[in-house]
């Protein structure tokens, strides 16, 4: 009978399927070895400050009269009882809050903010 040959790679993934199962039945929580962050979703979005920071942001809680540029592309926060959505995109379009932080999302590179409201 042959011996089976088992690669470095094969063996590495058998070893860490065992490791999650013990942690499982043991009721621990398996953490990779790169944690990632939770994915941003409905009006969460993330922004460049002033200072040049990086913040995440919820849309609904953004000032009126604040202004978010996607590179050359703006947007302003109107007043929430204005005619208009709360989001004008430069192409005068209205956006609602989860509609804006989608396309901030989607952004590359990350959204600025211009003026605080």
């Known amino acids: ?3 089976t040959s ?5 063996l590495d993934e058998a070893i860490n399927e065992f490791a999650d199962k013990i942690m ?5 929580a398996v953490a990779d070895e790169e944690t990632a962050e939770p994915e941003l979703s409905g009006t969460r979005f993330k922004v460049i400050n002033l200072a040049g920071d990086e913040m995440e942001l919820d849309a609904e809680d953004v000032s009126s009269g604040t ?11 109107c007043s929430p009882h204005g005619a208009t959505g709360p ?5 005068g379009m209205s956006l609602t809050c989860e509609e804006f932080a989608a396309e901030m999302r989607a952004a590359a590179p990350t959204p600025r903010i211009v003026h605080w409201g």
């Open 67 to 77: 202004l978010v540029a996607d590179g050359a592309f703006e947007y302003f926060r």
């Open 6 to 10: 088992l690669t470095r790679e094969q």
């Open 87 to 91: 989001w004008v995109k430069f192409t």
């Open 1 to 3: 009978m042959g011996a």
């Open 24 to 28: 499982e039945a043991l009721g621990a």
